[in-house]
């Protein structure tokens, strides 16, 4: 299945809310969701936690950057094209497991959490994305979630 152009924004917004919801189910400051719309062909979107955040556990952390993909793929049965820039959710992911030195154990436990949060929390990934949508400028303040 691909995910039509006219639900490509939509799509992006779980892929965002995704992270935000995962990263308050792990205890991460309460995050800002972002969509930026460069062109309507073009969209894009950053989630930030507010503060800094010192995980309990790596798998945590890194539970956070899978979130993004797995809720598009959740709700979608899809993925969103790749973004290859060095700020995107894969390279991002793929340095800090460099970083971490996760095993391969730690990155499976950290997708797993992400995907079972997402699951139990698939109306709350869906609220969100649509208030991210609903709000001026496609900007969801922490105090909103």
Do not use: C
């Not at 309507?40 to 995980?55: I, Q, R, Y």
């Amino acid at each position: 299945m691909t995910i039509e152009s006219s639900e490509r924004l939509l799509a992006i917004a779980v892929h965002e809310a995704g992270h935000a919801v995962v990263m308050v189910q792990v205890g991460a400051p309460t995050p800002d969701v972002h969509l930026l719309v460069r062109t309507e062909s073009d969209p894009g979107g950053f989630t930030k936690a507010l503060g800094e955040w010192v995980a309990a556990e790596r798998t945590d952390f890194l539970a956070v950057f899978y979130a993004g993909d797995i809720a598009v793929e959740e709700i979608y049965g899809d993925r969103l094209p790749e973004d290859t820039t060095p700020q995107s959710d894969r390279e991002l992911l793929r340095k800090y497991e460099r970083e971490l030195g996760a095993t391969e154990d730690e990155k499976l436990r950290a997708q797993r959490n992400a995907r079972k949060i997402v699951k139990d929390q698939r109306k709350y990934v869906l609220a969100v994305a649509r208030a991210v949508l609903a709000n001026p400028g496609n900007h969801l303040a922490a105090a909103e979630l």
